[in-house]
């Protein structure tokens, strides 16, 4: 009887979700809406453990790049326990379908830099990325119907345009792309929808452990010649919608 009630006890835990951005902007409005209980730094990086929604969370601000967020989810996993990863932020559209503002869910995510330099060629090592998991994808697609997002006045010249939420492929690479031909091999060769520079290395960690992950990205750019001012213009807005679309995932944990 005993073994049975411990045993009903470590079922019922809460399950643990380590939430990660590259940038503070990223995750700035979910840090507003968590309760903190204590705060640690671990190798630069800060760790805020609390609740949000009464969820058990780990919060963090990773970094730019793949090295950054390997580290940071590496940290979660083992220092922290956390029995889930998702990163939240902003990506440079790779589908010409797409517009900024709009949000891509993970599907898989793929690393577009890892491969070989050839005197006139890159060919990738890997087409093949790492799958999200199943039921952190339902749970965001349920969320999307709940969530009032900001309008985004995109670059096609539609203003307070509500977001597009797609499923689909992330390509990650230690480069801030803003370059037309670089966005169309990205699509040609990988088949992405967005490009960003986190979210293969936090994939990566988290299958070596068999963590379940997800990664939101939301448009503040298409990849191309316009891509730094677009970035700057739409980051904030782009990044809020993509924490509004993860608190509300947490929302319908506690329930
Ligand atoms: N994050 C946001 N925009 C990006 C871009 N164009 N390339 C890589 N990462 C990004």
Not at 41 to 69: E, M
Not at 84 to 101: E, H, S
Not at 203 to 218: E, G, W
Request: overall charge negative; aromatic content about 8%.
């Amino acid at each position: 009887m005993m073994i049975f009630l411990i045993c009903l006890l470590v079922t019922q835990e809460a399950r643990s979700v380590g939430i990660m951005g590259a940038l503070d902007v990223e995750i700035e409005s979910i840090d507003d809406d968590m309760t903190v209980e204590m705060v640690d730094t671990i190798g630069k990086k800060t760790y805020k453990i609390g609740k949000i929604f009464n969820s058990p969370c780990v919060l963090v601000q990773a970094g730019i790049g793949k090295v950054a967020s390997a580290q940071t989810a590496q940290t979660l996993i083992m220092q922290y326990g956390v029995d889930i990863i998702i990163f939240t932020g902003v990506a440079g559209g790779i589908n010409p379908t797409l517009d900024v503002g709009d949000i891509v869910i993970s599907k898989d995510v793929i690393q577009h830099d890892f491969g070989q330099v050839w005197p006139d060629s890159f060919v990738p090592f890997d087409t093949f990325g790492f799958y999200a998991d199943s039921s952190l994808i339902g749970l965001a697609l349920d969320a999307v119907e709940k969530v009032e997002f900001v309008p985004v006045s995109a670059r096609s010249g539609t203003h307070g345009k509500i977001p597009r939420v797609v499923l689909g492929r992330i390509a990650t690479g230690d480069q801030f792309i803003s370059s037309e031909a670089k966005r169309r091999w990205i699509e040609e060769v990988f088949n992405a929808d967005c490009v960003e520079m986190e979210g293969a290395a936090v994939a990566q960690v988290c299958a070596a452990y068999d963590i379940p992950f997800l990664i939101i990205r939301s448009l503040s750019d298409l990849a191309n010649e316009d891509a730094d001012v677009d970035f700057h213009t739409f980051v904030l807005h782009a990044a809020q919608n993509s924490s509004k679309l993860v608190k509300e995932i947490l929302n319908q944990f506690v329930r």
